[in-house]
Each structure stands twice: as structure tokens, then as C-alpha cells.
């Protein structure tokens, strides 16, 4: 079959669906999808709440719960533990088939009756305080992470240990201001990194020790701004940045962030593929499109599949953990096969389509809370023959009798979940870090807005108060409410006032650094500032020959290419007016050192 160009019902651009993609289509038997690959994305997304705590009732008892859900959100609520009990059965929500109503309105009515866990959380010893995370230990306000410990303030860690305000972590023990670093240990505001440790400032480094501020070394020990030093030397200027000074580190922070600027980068993140493209991709292979990738192969137009095994799959939206052929999913993962069009359902499942929360299932069409059970539609128990019957039919039904959601959008077999039914708001979720819009655009489009309750807080102490130096800090400080130096009026979601936690306090202490003056919240917007969007460009290479397009690198190697500009072009998650220096990968690997 030939690639053919549609035009997305939602943006109204074209996209290419290519032969391969109608081959996937083929053999999971769906049709071609009718939104583009970005809207598409921005769907699934709709359905994520990636940090936000929520108080609101239990929908049982009445009680105040910790949640997922806001108290806005148009769905019962059961508290964690007592919606994974046997005190209460799914099935009890069952109804038939209604050939007069689409099936998406009769979904929806499913959704708002049958009660949703309160978080979506598993395994966790000494975590309370996280959400959308699996195996944790002893993790205080970490979100998305899953077989971590003794972790704090983090988002999207795995297998990681000691870790504080990080992002983006794989097998890190002892991190600070981490960003998409892997096996590194003992690693302070670096990112980039892999199989390094004792590392401060530094930026796409490997297998390094004992470095700061330093960038694209590979194998290298006691260098300070990519100049070696002797052992001994190294850590006499070490000493002088004083990194427990609060006022030293922001001046350390402008000139590394400076120093950066002035080498290339590679045009994609990540180490050890085979034939991938997007960003933020490692020891995969064909991998298309995709976005936070790790040990997977055969995906295109995926996301933050980052905990083992994920293949054969398309536009599959976070978790992943040994899943194959998912399609159109979001929070999908641990042991599940053919999922299509399904939020947060994982633990050995198979063969869903439109299913919400379910579990350790197989054969479901439309149902929602189910926990070993199978052949059920819309939460109603049939025979397998029944079930095998009956499918056909409301597909055909679907098409023939489609959902029309609040931006006039049509959705017949094949199309995810309406962002109608969604119980999230636009701004619960992650959309606008990745799709930001203002309010009006919002409502415009047909998305639900929620207008955020703005806490009041009385500080004790200013930011601007606080001691300077680590070493001036007493241990009282935990009992003080402090005014983030953002003040509550940045864009960052600031909850302007905060406290240290013990733990937190001793990390700061016993690793000689200075008290952060942001919020919790603010300090992550900061740092994810380095993150690049789920978007792609093609580009072309900036090596000139023997220098960068700016002038601002000169080549310490001939390049393939030899003194004319390089020819390659690609495609890459770095807007054509970043600052970066893009290169591609033969010249990028040609200058690492």
C-alpha cells in the first residue's frame, strides 16, 4: 500500500500515514487513525494528571481522601485500599448494549457510575506521598517513578535510590538536580549523563569521574570546565565554588549555563540504538517518532515508555513495562497485550478496547473497574460465544451511529476516548507543559477549564531570609513556612510556601549545598525548562566545516565532510530558535573527547 496525505479532523493539517503504518493498522485490525500524530498525543495526554494531590470525598464514606481526581471531576471515588478489596464488585455497574444511543454516550454514563481508585499507585512502603508510581520505598512527593527508594521531590525516576529534585533518572543512586542522567552516582546539576559519578555541572558526559561544568567528555577524571587538573589540584579548586553558598551557586549556575552554549549538542538524547528518531531514546531499536524511550523496539509515535520492555506498539502514552502491541492508550503497562484505545489498565491484561482502570483481565470491550474478569461489555458478563458475537455488531453500530463531542469532533470506531469523558480539566493534566494554551483557546476548542483555588499561606520566614550558607543553617529551620522567592506569582503552578522535611535538610547538609529558595513546584518547572517538547522539526546539521553555523565552536576534529558544511539533515526535538549548537550524529560523535 502506498503512504496516502489526510487531513486531521482536529488541526485540520495534513499527515502522512506511511505503508508500514498500514500495516500495523492491518494486523491489529483498526482503521487508519483521522487525527494527526500531535493531536493524537495531545488526546491521550488529556487523560494525565501527572502531579497535582487533590483532597475530596470519598465517594463511599463520605471521608476526606488524598486523590488523583479533583473534587471537580464528574466520577465517584473509592479510597486506594478499598477499591482494590473484594468489598465491592464492578460488575454490579453492568448494563446492555443500547443500539439507539452512540456508544461513547452510554461509555460515559459507565464512567460517572462506577467508582475510580482514589490514586493510581502500586506496591509503595513509606510513600504516601507519591502518585502515579509503582514499587517505591520510603519516597516523599515523588510522581511517576517507579522501584525507587529514599527519593525526594522527583518525577519520572526508576530504579534509582537518594535521589532529590531529579527528573528523568535510570539506575541513579545520590543525585541532585539530576536531568535524564543514567547509572551515575553521587552526579549535582548535571544532565545528559551516563555511568559517571562524583559529577557537578556537567552536561553529556560518559564514564566520568570527579568532573565539573564540563561537557561531551567521555572517560575523563578531574577536569573543571573541560580542562584537566592534577588529583590534587582538581579538588583545591573544587573547594573555592562553595557550593553550600546560596548566593556562589546562582553565579556558578550563569556561567555554566553559559558554558554549555558554546558546544554542540546531538540532535537526539540518547545512547545505544538501532535506526530510532525522536527524542530522549536509549538501547532501543526501530523506534519512530517517540519520545522517552528505553529498551524497546518496533514503536512509532510513542511516549514515556521507560520501564523495561515495550514493542511492537503505536501511540502508546506512558508506563510500557514489558507491553506489547498497544495502540492508541495512555497509562497502559506491566504484562499487557493488544490494548486498544485504554487508560490505566495493566497487570497481565489482554485483548481490551475502550477500557478504563481494569486489571489482571482479558476480552473486555467498554468496561471500567474490572479485576479478573473476562468477556464483559460494558461491565456486563457474557459467554465467550456471546461476546465473539456481539463485538462485531457495536463496532458497525459505532460507525454507523458516531459520537459527536463538544468541539464537533465525530469519533467511530477507531478513535480514542473523547476528551468529553475525560475527568480531568485541560489544566489538571500535563497538556499545558506540552500544548499550551490560554483559557479562551482552551474553552474554544471544545476542552474543559478549571479555575485553580489559590491557597493562602502565612510564611514565617522569607526566601530572601534564609541563611546564605548551609553551615548557618540549624535544624529548627523544618518548623518554619517559608515564602517561595517566586511569591505565588510565576507561571509555574507555585504554591507559595513550603517547608524542609528532615530528610530533605539532611541531604542539603551532608552534601554541603545551599537551601533552595523556590517552591517544590517551582523548582520543578525550572529544571524541566531543559526538556524538549513532544514536537519535532527537520533541521540541518550546524557544523559549517570547521566550526559551528555561530561561530561559537571551533572543531577539534576533521569531519567527514571535510572544510564545506555538512550535509546531513534530520529530524529532531530542537526548534529551529533554540540556542543549542545541533549537530548530527557523525560530526557530534567526531568532537566528543
Given at each position: 500500500?502506498?503512504?496516502?496525505?489526510?487531513?486531521?479532523?482536529?488541526?485540520?493539517?495534513?499527515?502522512?500515514?506511511?505503508?508500514?503504518?498500514?500495516?500495523?493498522?492491518?494486523?491489529?485490525?483498526?482503521?487508519?487513525?483521522?487525527?494527526?500524530?500531535?493531536?493524537?498525543?495531545?488526546?491521550?495526554?488529556?487523560?494525565?494528571?501527572?502531579?497535582?494531590?487533590?483532597?475530596?470525598?470519598?465517594?463511599?464514606?463520605?471521608?476526606?481522601?488524598?486523590?488523583?481526581?479533583?473534587?471537580?471531576?464528574?466520577?465517584?471515588?473509592?479510597?486506594?485500599?478499598?477499591?482494590?478489596?473484594?468489598?465491592?464488585?464492578?460488575?454490579?455497574?453492568?448494563?446492555?448494549?443500547?443500539?439507539?444511543?452512540?456508544?461513547?454516550?452510554?461509555?460515559?454514563?459507565?464512567?460517572?457510575d462506577v467508582p475510580f481508585m482514589?490514586?493510581?499507585?502500586?506496591?509503595?512502603?513509606?510513600?504516601?506521598?507519591?502518585?502515579?508510581?509503582?514499587?517505591?520505598?520510603?519516597?516523599?512527593?515523588?510522581?511517576?517513578?517507579?522501584?525507587?527508594?529514599?527519593?525526594?521531590?522527583?518525577?519520572?525516576?526508576?530504579?534509582?535510590?537518594?535521589?532529590?529534585?531529579?527528573?528523568?533518572?535510570?539506575?541513579?543512586?545520590?543525585?541532585?538536580?539530576?536531568?535524564?542522567?543514567?547509572?551515575?552516582?553521587?552526579?549535582?546539576?548535571?544532565?545528559?549523563?551516563?555511568?559517571?559519578?562524583?559529577?557537578?555541572?556537567?552536561?553529556?558526559?560518559?564514564?566520568?569521574?570527579?568532573?565539573?561544568?564540563?561537557?561531551?567528555l567521555r572517560n575523563k577524571?578531574?577536569?573543571?570546565?573541560?580542562?584537566?587538573?592534577?588529583?590534587?589540584?582538581?579538588?583545591?579548586?573544587?573547594?573555592?565554588?562553595?557550593?553550600?553558598?546560596?548566593?556562589?551557586?546562582?553565579?556558578?549556575?550563569?556561567?555554566?549555563?553559559?558554558?554549555?552554549?558554546?558546544?554542540?549538542?546531538?540532535?537526539?538524547?540518547?545512547?545505544?540504538?538501532?535506526?530510532?528518531?525522536?527524542?530522549?531514546?536509549?538501547?532501543?531499536?526501530?523506534?519512530?517518532?517517540?519520545?522517552?524511550?528505553s529498551n524497546c523496539e518496533n514503536l512509532r509515535y510513542c511516549q514515556s515508555l521507560y520501564i523495561n520492555q515495550s514493542k511492537d506498539s503505536y501511540d502508546s502514552f506512558r508506563f510500557g513495562d514489558n507491553s506489547e502491541l498497544i495502540y492508541e492508550s495512555s497509562i497502559c503497562g506491566l504484562g499487557v497485550s493488544q490494548l486498544k484505545f485504554c487508560y490505566d489498565c495493566y497487570s497481565n491484561c489482554f485483548d481490551f478496547e475502550y477500557c478504563i482502570s481494569c486489571h489482571s483481565s482479558s476480552h473486555l470491550f467498554g468496561c471500567v473497574g474490572l479485576r479478573n474478569k473476562q468477556y464483559c461489555i460494558l461491565n456486563k458478563q457474557y459467554t465467550k460465544e456471546e461476546y465473539e458475537k456481539l463485538i462485531p455488531k457495536i463496532k458497525e453500530h459505532m460507525n454507523k451511529m458516531p459520537y459527536v463531542d463538544k468541539g464537533g469532533r465525530v469519533y467511530t470506531y477507531g478513535e480514542f476516548m473523547p476528551p468529553d469523558l475525560s475527568p480531568f480539566a485541560y489544566n489538571d493534566t500535563i497538556a499545558p507543559e506540552f500544548f499550551p494554551m490560554y483559557k479562551d483557546e482552551v474553552i474554544s476548542r471544545g476542552y474543559r477549564w478549571n479555575e485553580q483555588n489559590i491557597k493562602s499561606y502565612s510564611a514565617t520566614i522569607k526566601a530572601e531570609e534564609l541563611p546564605d550558607n548551609i553551615k548557618d543553617v540549624q535544624d529548627n529551620i523544618i518548623n518554619e513556612i517559608i515564602e517561595c522567592a517566586h511569591k505565588g506569582k510565576c507561571e509555574e503552578s507555585c504554591v507559595a510556601a513550603f517547608r524542609f522535611v528532615t530528610k530533605e535538610l539532611e541531604f542539603y547538609k551532608k552534601h554541603e549545598l545551599a537551601l533552595p529558595r523556590l517552591c517544590w513546584r517551582c523548582r520543578d518547572a525550572e529544571r524541566l525548562k531543559q526538556r524538549s517538547p513532544m514536537k519535532f522539526w527537520a533541521r540541518n546539521c550546524s557544523c559549517s566545516g570547521n566550526a559551528s553555523h555561530n561561530g561559537e565552536y571551533k572543531n577539534i576534529s576533521e569531519h567527514f565532510h571535510g572544510s564545506i558544511k555538512c550535509p546531513n539533515n534530520f529530524q529532531t526535538s530542537y526548534a529551529p530558535d533554540r540556542p543549542e549548537i545541533v549537530y548530527c550524529e557523525q560530526c557530534y560523535n567526531a568532537e566528543v573527547a
Amino acid at each position: 500500500m502506498n503512504a496516502e496525505t489526510k487531513i486531521c479532523q482536529n488541526c485540520k493539517n495534513n499527515f502522512v500515514i506511511e505503508p508500514e503504518d498500514f500495516d500495523f493498522y492491518k494486523k491489529i485490525d483498526v482503521p487508519p487513525p483521522t487525527w494527526c500524530p500531535q493531536c493524537r498525543l495531545l488526546r491521550r495526554i488529556l487523560w494525565r494528571n501527572d502531579k497535582n494531590f487533590y483532597k475530596r470525598p470519598d465517594s463511599r464514606t463520605g471521608e476526606m481522601v488524598f486523590s488523583l481526581y479533583p473534587e471537580h471531576a464528574p466520577i465517584k471515588v473509592y479510597d486506594y485500599d478499598y477499591w482494590w478489596s473484594d468489598a465491592w464488585d464492578a460488575l454490579d455497574y453492568g448494563r446492555d448494549y443500547d443500539f439507539s444511543k452512540p456508544f461513547f454516550e452510554q461509555f460515559n454514563g459507565l464512567i460517572k457510575d462506577v467508582p475510580f481508585m482514589s490514586r493510581s499507585i502500586l506496591y509503595l512502603i513509606n510513600s504516601d506521598y507519591s502518585m502515579n508510581a509503582n514499587n517505591l520505598k520510603n519516597c516523599y512527593m515523588v510522581f511517576g517513578a517507579a522501584y525507587s527508594e529514599d527519593s525526594y521531590y522527583s518525577l519520572n525516576i526508576s530504579k534509582s535510590k537518594d535521589c532529590f529534585d531529579s527528573a528523568y533518572l535510570a539506575e541513579c543512586e545520590v543525585s541532585y538536580e539530576g536531568f535524564f542522567n543514567e547509572k551515575c552516582f553521587r552526579t549535582f546539576f548535571s544532565s545528559y549523563c551516563e555511568n559517571s559519578q562524583d559529577t557537578y555541572f556537567s552536561l553529556n558526559c560518559v564514564g566520568v569521574t570527579n568532573c565539573f561544568g564540563c561537557v561531551n567528555l567521555r572517560n575523563k577524571s578531574y577536569h573543571i570546565f573541560n580542562q584537566p587538573y592534577t588529583k590534587e589540584k582538581y579538588f583545591v579548586e573544587l573547594a573555592k565554588f562553595n557550593l553550600g553558598s546560596a548566593s556562589a551557586l546562582e553565579d556558578i549556575k550563569r556561567k555554566v549555563a553559559e558554558f554549555w552554549l558554546k558546544y554542540p549538542i546531538k540532535y537526539l538524547q540518547g545512547r545505544h540504538n538501532t535506526d530510532v528518531s525522536g527524542q530522549y531514546i536509549s538501547n532501543s531499536k526501530n523506534v519512530k517518532d517517540s519520545y522517552y524511550i528505553s529498551n524497546c523496539e518496533n514503536l512509532r509515535y510513542c511516549q514515556s515508555l521507560y520501564i523495561n520492555q515495550s514493542k511492537d506498539s503505536y501511540d502508546s502514552f506512558r508506563f510500557g513495562d514489558n507491553s506489547e502491541l498497544i495502540y492508541e492508550s495512555s497509562i497502559c503497562g506491566l504484562g499487557v497485550s493488544q490494548l486498544k484505545f485504554c487508560y490505566d489498565c495493566y497487570s497481565n491484561c489482554f485483548d481490551f478496547e475502550y477500557c478504563i482502570s481494569c486489571h489482571s483481565s482479558s476480552h473486555l470491550f467498554g468496561c471500567v473497574g474490572l479485576r479478573n474478569k473476562q468477556y464483559c461489555i460494558l461491565n456486563k458478563q457474557y459467554t465467550k460465544e456471546e461476546y465473539e458475537k456481539l463485538i462485531p455488531k457495536i463496532k458497525e453500530h459505532m460507525n454507523k451511529m458516531p459520537y459527536v463531542d463538544k468541539g464537533g469532533r465525530v469519533y467511530t470506531y477507531g478513535e480514542f476516548m473523547p476528551p468529553d469523558l475525560s475527568p480531568f480539566a485541560y489544566n489538571d493534566t500535563i497538556a499545558p507543559e506540552f500544548f499550551p494554551m490560554y483559557k479562551d483557546e482552551v474553552i474554544s476548542r471544545g476542552y474543559r477549564w478549571n479555575e485553580q483555588n489559590i491557597k493562602s499561606y502565612s510564611a514565617t520566614i522569607k526566601a530572601e531570609e534564609l541563611p546564605d550558607n548551609i553551615k548557618d543553617v540549624q535544624d529548627n529551620i523544618i518548623n518554619e513556612i517559608i515564602e517561595c522567592a517566586h511569591k505565588g506569582k510565576c507561571e509555574e503552578s507555585c504554591v507559595a510556601a513550603f517547608r524542609f522535611v528532615t530528610k530533605e535538610l539532611e541531604f542539603y547538609k551532608k552534601h554541603e549545598l545551599a537551601l533552595p529558595r523556590l517552591c517544590w513546584r517551582c523548582r520543578d518547572a525550572e529544571r524541566l525548562k531543559q526538556r524538549s517538547p513532544m514536537k519535532f522539526w527537520a533541521r540541518n546539521c550546524s557544523c559549517s566545516g570547521n566550526a559551528s553555523h555561530n561561530g561559537e565552536y571551533k572543531n577539534i576534529s576533521e569531519h567527514f565532510h571535510g572544510s564545506i558544511k555538512c550535509p546531513n539533515n534530520f529530524q529532531t526535538s530542537y526548534a529551529p530558535d533554540r540556542p543549542e549548537i545541533v549537530y548530527c550524529e557523525q560530526c557530534y560523535n567526531a568532537e566528543v573527547a
